[in-house]
């Protein structure tokens, strides 16, 4: 189902919004796959990830997961949530493809940023400035189990 993109339904987004990590898995060709924690905010059908402030070793472009979604945009987001209480648990794995959001998409990328905001304190305007790049990743296929 490559390109087709899956409608997420209400119930997944509210636990989607409550959700405050997912783990971000991109792949090089050379060195396979690559995972990392991110922050991540939907709207609508779309979620975003940002490359905020807090200190990196590379500058942005230069980071692994943006190289790599530029060389190959299929991803994978896993979203999930881990208790004692094991009836509790629950995760979304949702593969799809993503990009860069370039600079021009103005009213999309101020969409993003307020969700973003909105949803952590800690994105600040200088945590999180108006210009930061924006990862957006389009659902093709979700995966779910548990108390969703």
Same mark, same amino acid.
């Given at each position: /189902?490559?390109?087709? $993109?899956?409608?997420?339904?209400?119930?997944? %987004?509210?636990r989607?919004?409550?959700?405050?990590?997912?783990?971000?898995?991109?792949?090089d060709?050379?060195a396979?796959? $690559?995972?990392?924690?991110?922050?991540?905010?939907?709207?609508?059908? +779309?979620?975003?990830?940002?490359?905020?402030?807090?200190?990196?070793?590379?500058?942005p =472009?230069?980071?692994?997961r943006?190289?790599?979604?530029c060389?190959e945009?299929?991803?994978a987001?896993?979203?999930?949530?881990? =208790?004692?209480?094991?009836? #509790? %648990?629950w995760? +979304? %794995?949702?593969?799809?493809?993503?990009?860069?959001?370039?600079?021009?998409? $103005?009213?999309?990328?101020?969409?993003?940023?307020?969700r %973003?905001?909105?949803?952590y304190?800690?994105?600040t305007?200088? /945590?999180?400035?108006?210009?930061?790049?924006?990862? #957006?990743?389009?659902? =093709?296929r979700?995966?779910?189990?548990?108390k969703?």
């Amino acid at each position: /189902m490559v390109g087709a $993109h899956q409608v997420l339904p209400d119930a997944l %987004l509210e636990r989607l919004e409550q959700a405050r990590v997912a783990r971000l898995a991109t792949f090089d060709v050379d060195a396979g796959p $690559h995972l990392v924690p991110v922050c991540f905010a939907s709207e609508g059908q +779309v979620l975003y990830t940002a490359l905020d402030q807090k200190a990196k070793r590379v500058p942005p =472009e230069r980071l692994v997961r943006v190289r790599n979604i530029c060389a190959e945009p299929r991803v994978a987001l896993l979203i999930d949530h881990f =208790e004692e209480d094991w009836s #509790r %648990l629950w995760y +979304v %794995l949702i593969r799809g493809t993503a990009q860069l959001l370039p600079p021009s998409a $103005h009213e999309e990328r101020g969409r993003a940023i307020r969700r %973003l905001r909105a949803k952590y304190l800690q994105y600040t305007p200088e /945590m999180l400035p108006d210009d930061a790049p924006l990862i #957006r990743i389009r659902p =093709e296929r979700v995966t779910s189990w548990g108390k969703i």
